[in-house]
T-cell receptor, first 116, second 113 residues
Framework: AQKVTQAQTEISVVEKEDVTLDCVYE???????LFWYKQPPSGELVFLIR??????QNEISGRYSWNFQKSTSSFNFTITASQVVDSAVYFC?????????????FGKGTKLTVNP | EPEVTQTPSHQVTQMGQEVILRCVPI?????FYWYRQILGQKVEFLVS????????KSEIFDDQFSVERPDGSNFTLKIRSTKLEDSAMYFC???????????FGPGTRLTVL
């Protein structure tokens, strides 16, 4: 069975601080995909990044960066120089690729509050 | 940029009533999904749909739920006899191929009284 654990329920930081959101996953699939989605207070789910299990390169997109480590089954997300607009719930998700549908299994989310 | 749309944005219904939630996936996408999120909780998979049939469903997706693609653009979720515990945000998502990024609609907030 697939499982995603986001141990941090809530994080509060002051603007311009760096913050890392942790994600640990479990899967028996040899090929799988990891995702991060952002859910701002307005409620929609905004796609941030997708990684496949064969690509362990870290990725940077502006102030966002992701650290994928298969050895520890982790896919952590760092926001550098956080801003108030980063306040949201962030979900890590996992999908397999064993044929059929590839449903997303979500973690419980981490609520990030960035204070001015 | 293409996006998934959902209607209505908010639906209020009485317990026992039938509701239909509507979604228009991104036009060249082939895989369609419904998820739900009870307030303050995680997003849970309900059902996936490909080639005009259900490809996978969760334990939540019992006999009171059904999905349909009535035409070339819409994808609907029907709840036949709503219960109080069906109150949640329902998200539609679509992807171009199976193991691909799923793009979510803005959600329909269902309130069952």
């Amino acid at each position: 069975a697939q499982k995603v654990t986001q141990a941090q329920t809530e994080i509060s930081v002051v603007e311009k601080e760096d913050v890392t959101l942790d994600c640990v996953y479990e899967t028996r699939d040899t090929t799988y995909y990891l995702f991060w989605y952002k859910q701002p207070p307005s409620g929609e789910l905004v796609f941030l990044i997708r990684r496949n299990s064969f690509d362990e390169q870290n990725e940077i997109s502006g102030r966002y960066s992701w650290n994928f480590q298969k050895s520890t089954s982790s896919f952590n997300f760092t926001i550098t120089a956080s801003q108030v607009v980063d306040s949201a719930v962030y979900f890590c998700a996992l999908s397999g690729s064993q044929g059929g549908s590839e449903k997303l299994v979500f973690g419980k989310g981490t609520k990030l509050t960035v204070n001015p | 940029e293409p996006e998934v749309t959902q209607t209505p944005s908010h639906q209020v219904t009485q317990m026992g009533q039938e509701v239909i939630l509507r979604c228009v996936p991104i036009s060249n996408h082939l895989y369609f999904y419904w998820y739900r999120q009870i307030l303050g909780q995680k997003v849970e998979f309900l059902v996936s749909f490909y080639n005009n049939e259900i490809s996978e469903k969760s334990e939540i997706f019992d006999d009171q739920f059904s999905v349909e693609r009535p035409d070339g653009s819409n994808f609907t979720l029907k709840i036949r006899s709503t219960k109080l515990e069906d109150s949640a945000m329902y998200f539609c998502a679509s992807s171009e191929i199976g193991p691909d990024t799923q793009y979510f609609g803005p959600g329909t907030r269902l309130t069952v009284l």
